[in-house]
T-cell receptor, first 116, second 113 residues
Framework: DTEVTQTPKHLVMGMTNKKSLKCEQHMGHRAMYWYKQKAKKPPELMFVYSYEKLSINESVPSRFSPECPNSSLLNLHLHALQPEDSALYLC???????????????FGNGTRLTVT | GESVGLHLPTLSVQEGDNSIINCAYSNSASDYFIWYKQESGKGPQFIIDIRSNMDKRQGQRVTVLLNKTVKHLSLQIAATQPGDSAVYFCAENMNSGYSTLTFGKGTMLLVSP
């Protein structure tokens, strides 16, 4: 089992809905990530939080809004999504993402999102 | 054998064979590389990593080889088992101060009993 927990596992939402994806880790990691993965494609980076501050936003549309309430939690707020946003949304964490001592990312099992 | 289908490249092997999965990475400035295994319905699972100051690293039943001259990474799995069937991704990180991994396209490994 993964040490990064994501909820819900599955989510179906309409284009006018507002929903949130949640991610939790208790490994003491200080960097947390959101990735998006379409079927049969590699994960693509969306956001990076380092020490609870947003460090990287990969030009993600504003209908996706990340939030890091504390070092263990990461949320992704969704509003006015499009059907093409349907994908697997993966959360990951790493011990420390700075300098030459890069550490591996540990992934959760994702939230399978369907936008109708 | 290995084939490039409409979607993911696929490598089909028999149980007990050794498997070699290849990856061409894109950025000569990348200094850290990871192999991930992703089973259906799950997130990527860390297998093994290697830093750019090494050319080989071994784990349990797995070996990663790095050739920086041609920007090539390979994953060797010894005595492949049906449980090894999954999609395998290589990922690279350019030392930008964060572990912002960029994933390769992935290879599906199918192991028949």
């Amino acid at each position: 089992d993964t040490e990064v927990t994501q909820t819900p596992k599955h989510l179906v939402m309409g284009m006018t809905n507002k929903k949130s994806l949640k991610c939790e880790q208790h490994m003491g990691h200080r960097a947390m990530y959101w990735y998006k993965q379409k079927a049969k494609k590699p994960p693509e980076l969306m956001f990076v939080y380092s020490y609870e501050k947003l460090s990287i936003n990969e030009s993600v549309p504003s209908r996706f809004s990340p939030e890091c309430p504390n070092s263990s939690l990461l949320n992704l707020h969704l509003h006015a999504l499009q059907p093409e946003d349907s994908a697997l949304y993966l959360c990951a964490s790493s011990q420390d993402g700075t300098g030459p001592n890069n550490s591996p990312l540990h992934f959760g099992n994702g939230t399978r999102l369907t936008v109708t | 054998g290995e084939s490039v289908g409409l979607h993911l490249p696929t490598l089909s092997v028999q149980e007990g064979d050794n498997s070699i999965i290849n990856c061409a990475y894109s950025n000569s400035a990348s200094d850290y590389f990871i192999w991930y295994k992703q089973e259906s319905g799950k997130g990527p699972q860390f297998i093994i990593d290697i830093r750019s100051n090494m050319d080989k690293r071994q784990g349990q039943r797995v070996t990663v080889l790095l050739n920086k001259t041609v920007k090539h990474l390979s994953l060797q799995i010894a005595a492949t088992q049906p449980g090894d069937s999954a999609v395998y991704f290589c990922a690279e990180n350019m030392n930008s101060g964060y572990s912002t991994l960029t994933f390769g396209k992935g290879t599906m490994l199918l192991v028949s009993p």
